[in-house]
């Protein structure tokens, strides 16, 4: 039987042709289907449209034809219950092409013309089962963004406490448990825990409860970083807190919710207490050596003034009165009393030495720093023209490099490389005449990454074992006898100072018999 020959609407009591308009123009794909063999007996435009085949090909399949394999095994359950009570459910149609969508069926039978025939209405809910799955999938993304948020907030030592506008605690995360004394995540309102605390400015002034860094954001303020004692009335434990507050406003600008932040910082602020101690013992410290150092800096500028005055007037009588004795007597002496003058005279002089260099030492100490640019080629000139007599006595040849300018004392450089050319000078092989070279290297400090001018001055001396270089530049401190060679062993321990008073350093290279080479590092700008 089909609906071509009997329209349903006339055992309905519906006026035919209404019901084919209907049948035809529904927007809903509309079948009708045989009940004992699943096949379909008419199918209106919209079947034909969505699953693309012709009216015919559409009345040549059974509704096995339209559904994927794997759902066959249903189908006659289904039948019969649509015959039944009627059916609604969900399932996957497949059109003529094969591709697939997903279809909501609403099947119930009826009895046409003696013959059950079920009435299918089905609509296409692809749109919807999209809209579904990224709903589905956005739940997901939510639960799993939910469950990394709860695990960062488990293993998090700031406590967090999210509540909402009405003050009602909706997350509290373990830490904030464990500070606040809880036994488990509590419910209620904030204004019950706040019965169990009080809070203190750091300054000891008692806050009211409507200051509280909660109350304020429930009131739509935002805060960070604030720091308060706190004070539990149910255990005692006293502890100081570090305060954020947050408020979650709505389109409204309403507080939707509160998020707050509180990290104990007890230990921490103790730690920041004896640090500050620590640093005020270490200024007390600083002030008591610097008054050390003041009084030391005193001693040594009144022992220059001695030595300059009380000793040296003494010295110049012995001198004096000796030559004295030379000129009147000098012809009546012999033997050892003439050797004991001369002795006498011999240690004056070296006395005189030993006190000028002693001089020149402690000015170098007390002496205030008052630096300017120089030009270092300008310097070592004046350094070579203060020892000219000395360097045409023993032949010298002296090649001075291009040197930089730099900041520092004019006076102190002068007498730095005039002590380190004198030493060329002095120790020099017999067999050989001095020959001295100055020049400079631009390098950058390994530590600092400042920039710092090497000088280097090479002679062809007799050189000495590096063992000694220490000792070389100690006062007082000589290599060699006074038989050998002149001088109180004082003039690198001068130059050691100058240098250092500049910021740089001085060192050596040397070998017996194979000259050395002094090397002097100063800043190429003075801090």
């Given at each position: 039987m089909s609906p071509t020959k009997e329209t349903p609407g006339t055992d309905t009591g519906l006026d035919p042709l209404l019901f084919r308009l209907g049948f035809e123009h529904s927007r809903d794909i509309i079948m009708f289907i045989r009940r004992v063999?699943?096949?379909?007996?008419?199918?209106?435009?919209?079947?034909?449209?969505?699953?693309?085949?012709?009216?015919?090909?559409?009345?040549d399949l059974t509704i096995n034809d339209l559904r994927i394999p794997e759902t066959h095994v249903f189908t006659e359950d289904m039948m019969a219950r649509a015959d039944g009570e009627g059916i609604l459910f969900e399932t996957v149609h497949r059109r003529k092409d094969g591709s697939t969508f997903s279809v909501e069926v609403n099947s119930r039978g009826v009895t046409i013309g003696g013959d059950r025939i079920l009435i299918s209405v089905v609509r296409d809910?692809?749109?919807?089962?999209?809209?579904?799955?990224?709903?589905q999938d956005n739940e997901e993304a939510a639960r799993r963004s939910l469950a990394q948020m709860l695990?960062?907030?488990?293993?998090?030592?700031?406590?967090?406490?999210?509540?909402?506008?009405?003050?009602?605690?909706?997350?509290?995360?373990?830490?904030?448990?464990q500070l606040a004394g809880w036994q488990e995540a509590p419910g209620g309102t904030w204004n019950e825990y706040m019965e169990r605390i009080e809070m203190r400015?750091?300054?000891?002034?008692?806050?009211?409860?409507?200051?509280?860094?909660?109350?304020?954001?429930?009131?739509?303020?935002?805060?960070?970083?604030?720091?308060?004692?706190?004070?539990?009335?149910?255990?005692?434990?006293?502890?100081?807190?570090?305060?954020?507050?947050?408020?979650?406003?709505?389109?409204?600008?309403?507080?939707?919710?509160?998020?707050?932040?509180v990290r104990d910082i007890t230990a921490r602020k103790r730690d920041e207490q004896e640090l500050r101690k620590s640093k005020e013992e270490?200024?007390?410290?600083?002030?008591e050596r610097t008054a050390e150092l003041e009084l030391m800096n005193k001693e040594l500028q009144d022992f220059a003034f001695i030595a300059s005055h009380d000793l040296k007037e003494p010295l110049r009588k012995i001198q004096a009165f000796g030559d004295l004795v030379v000129t009147k007597d000098g012809g009546s002496l012999k033997g050892e009393s003439l050797d004991y003058l001369y002795r006498m005279q011999d240690a004056a002089a070296r006395m005189q030495v030993l006190l000028q260099s002693l001089l020149s030492y402690?000015?170098?100490?007390?002496?205030?720093?008052?630096?300017?640019?120089?030009?270092?080629?300008?310097?070592?000139?004046?350094?070579?023209?203060?020892?000219?007599?000395?360097?045409?006595?023993?032949?010298?040849?002296?090649?001075?490099?291009?040197?930089?300018?730099?900041?520092?004392?004019?006076?102190?450089?002068v007498q730095l490389?005039?002590?380190?050319?004198?030493?060329?000078?002095?120790?020099?092989?017999?067999?050989?005449?001095?020959?001295?070279?100055?020049?400079?290297?631009?390098?950058?400090?390994?530590?600092?990454?400042?920039?710092?001018?090497?000088?280097?001055?090479?002679?062809?001396?007799?050189?000495?074992?590096?063992?000694?270089?220490?000792?070389?530049?100690?006062?007082?401190?000589?290599l060699h006898g006074r038989d050998e060679y002149e001088g109180v062993g004082m003039g690198l321990a001068i130059c050691k100072k100058i240098v250092e008073r500049h910021g740089g350093a001085i060192t050596a290279r040397s070998s017996p018999g194979k000259g050395a080479t002094f090397i002097v590092t100063l800043p190429a700008e003075q801090p």
């Open positions: 063999d699943g096949r379909i007996l008419e199918a209106n435009i919209s079947a034909m449209s969505a699953y693309g085949y012709t009216r015919q090909e559409m009345l809910i692809t749109e919807r089962k999209r809209a579904e799955q990224i709903l695990s960062v907030l488990n293993i998090m030592s700031e406590g967090v406490l999210i509540l909402d506008g009405e003050g009602r605690l909706l997350l509290v995360n373990p830490a904030m448990i400015e750091l300054s000891g002034r008692l806050l009211p409860p409507e200051q509280w860094p909660v109350s304020r954001a429930l009131r739509g303020e935002s805060m960070r970083d604030l720091e308060y004692k706190v004070h539990r009335h149910d255990t005692g434990k006293n502890y100081i807190a570090l305060y954020s507050a947050t408020p979650v406003l709505n389109a409204d600008g309403a507080v939707d919710l509160v998020v707050v932040t270490l200024e007390l410290r600083v002030r402690s000015r170098l100490t007390t002496k205030l720093k008052v630096f300017s640019r120089i030009d270092l080629n300008e310097v070592v000139r004046n350094a070579v023209s203060n020892l000219e007599i000395r360097i045409k006595e023993t032949g010298a040849l002296v090649e001075i490099g291009d040197l930089p300018s730099l900041e520092g004392d004019d006076t102190q450089l490389f005039q002590n380190l050319f004198w030493n060329a000078l002095k120790f020099h092989r017999e067999d050989e005449s001095p020959r001295v070279k100055v020049y400079s290297k631009y390098m950058q400090n390994s530590r600092s990454g400042a920039g710092v001018y090497e000088i280097l001055i090479e002679d062809n001396g007799i050189g000495f074992d590096e063992k000694y270089l220490d000792k070389v530049f100690l006062p007082f401190q000589r």
